[in-house]
């Protein structure tokens, strides 16, 4: 059924300019909102704050929403001949944190780091001194959050403008990963990449 419903949902004229969907279990999700909230429930699936798209049933689809984010041919964003994505490192954030995890994926190679900060994208003191330190290097670093919900924002427990980081807004630490290689090859600015988080 899920294959049908996918089917159906590609020949509706009205799934235009909806970016990329995922149909399971007669709801659509835009991809940009979707995660997977249990390891091995059926039913796991959510688009969390965002909302479903849309809703079907034996092929017949009801619209609730149009995603806001620049998606498909209106991105500005993609890999282009020859070209390899940067390395970007997820580094997740817990009690005590090592900070030489951070230190060592830069020295390493890495382009990015994305922080899968507690809450609302939060490390430890010295974490955020040797997030700091490697900021300094051109290293950009995006915090995002272990938690499978909720938005981090720019300023609110980390002063992003002062630190020179970008908070990863609606997407998880994975999906910001992939976000910051695209973004890494047209800018290692900070504020720049930033702008590519608050539109797609």
Request: aromatic share 4%.
């Amino acid at each position: 059924m899920n294959i049908y419903n996918a089917v159906a949902i590609a020949a509706d004229p009205k799934a235009r300019g909806r970016g990329v969907l995922v149909t399971i279990d007669d709801d659509v999700h835009s991809a940009h909102d979707l995660v997977k909230t249990h390891t091995t429930d059926v039913g796991t699936f959510s688009s969390g704050e965002a909302g479903l798209v849309g809703a079907v049933l034996f092929g017949q689809t009801t619209w609730y929403r149009t995603p806001a984010q620049i998606h498909t041919k209106s991105s500005e964003l993609g890999v282009g001949d020859g070209k390899s994505l940067p390395r970007v490192d997820i580094i997740y954030a817990h009690a005590n944190m090592s900070p030489d995890m951070i230190t060592a994926a830069a020295k390493n190679g890495a382009k990015g780091i994305v922080i899968a900060g507690v809450g609302d994208g939060n490390m430890t003191a010295p974490a955020v001194e040797a997030m700091k330190q490697v900021i300094a290097q051109g290293v950009v670093v995006v915090r995002s959050s272990r938690v499978n919900g909720g938005i981090v924002r720019r300023n609110i427990e980390v002063n992003d403008d002062q630190l020179g980081t970008v908070a990863s807004m609606e997407l998880n630490p994975s999906k910001a990963r992939v976000l910051l290689q695209l973004a890494l090859l047209k800018s290692s600015d900070a504020k720049k990449v930033q702008g590519y988080f608050d539109r797609y």
